[in-house]
């Protein structure tokens, strides 16, 4: 008999979608300081729906980067609820290989129900844009630490999940594309979300069983919505272990980590 009280996969897709949980602003607020936003691709146009910029942590110069998702339905529509276009991804990409110049750290957010597919962003080259994300940022010489806060979902996620350490949230999830998505396809009924989210296998538990993801942050039954002290807490434990052994690592050496850990990712790869 299926407990009542149990969090089902479904009811994980709704805590990682919940407008009250932490979105990379708060992360930011909560973990770095003096953070300068830094904006535009360089070929002429600007993406709000990825943030990025540098900031310090723990006295450190870092890049920060990541999703963003609004609050109302006017942020919402000014960030397209967290869906980057070509651009966006552009943009990301220069603030990366930047950080890489100047040797500072990255450190990544990623919350977001996708990459937009409209027929815009498609024209401006979306797809090349992911796809150069994924070969440039197997090539980045400097640590690269992503952590999926909420939806991590399709080639959206993935073209900012290219990184030495990946962490989760507790009930954030990750997958290959939306739950709804998912269930037009296999059955033509996207009402059979439900069922679509224990097919997938989107949870963190069930990501770090199949070794795509490195650790996962605990945030509690109600989500770090209801427990942000606590998460950020946490957030800000792993960054500083994760920081202090990969600065140890020379760029080359980070490379070929990163590469092998993305070759075999059926998580038989340890870093020696």
């Known amino acids: 008999m299926e407990n009542k009280h149990m969090i089902t996969p479904y009811d994980k897709v709704l805590l990682a979608r919940d407008v009250k949980r ?50 109302t339905l006017d942020e919402n529509m000014k960030y397209n609820f967290g869906m980057p276009g070509p651009e966006g991804y552009r943009k990301a990409l220069r603030l990366m290989k930047q950080a890489e110049k100047f040797l500072r750290p990255i450190v990544i957010f990623i919350d977001t129900p996708g990459a937009y597919p409209g027929i815009e962003a498609e024209a401006n080259g979306q797809s090349i844009a992911i796809a150069e994300n994924l070969a440039q940022m197997s090539q980045i010489k400097v640590p690269i630490i992503a952590i999926i806060t909420g939806e991590g979902s399709s080639g959206g996620a993935l073209a900012l999940g290219v990184a030495d350490r990946i962490w989760m949230l507790e009930n954030a999830v990750y997958s290959i594309l939306s739950p709804e998505g ?65 600065s140890k690592l020379r760029g080359n050496v980070l490379v070929e980590q990163r590469y092998q850990k993305f070759r075999n990712i059926d998580g038989s790869y340890s870093p020696s």
């Not at 146009?45 to 006295?59: N, R, W």
């Open 22 to 71: 932490p979105v990379i602003t708060d992360y930011i607020d909560a973990l770095f300081t003096d953070f300068f936003e830094m904006k535009g691709d360089r070929l002429g146009k600007e993406d709000a729906s990825i943030l990025g910029g540098i900031a310090y942590f723990k006295g450190r110069p870092v890049t920060v980067i990541g999703h963003r998702k609004g609050r």
């Open 182 to 246: 998912f269930a037009s396809i296999m059955w033509k009924d996207s009402g059979k979300v439900k069922e679509a989210c224990k097919v997938m296998k989107m949870t963190a538990s069930e990501i770090y069983e199949q070794g795509l993801i490195d650790g996962i942050i605990k945030e509690g039954k109600k989500g770090i919505q209801n427990s942000k002290n606590k998460g950020y807490a946490a957030i800000q434990k792993i960054l500083v272990a994760e920081l202090s052994d990969l």
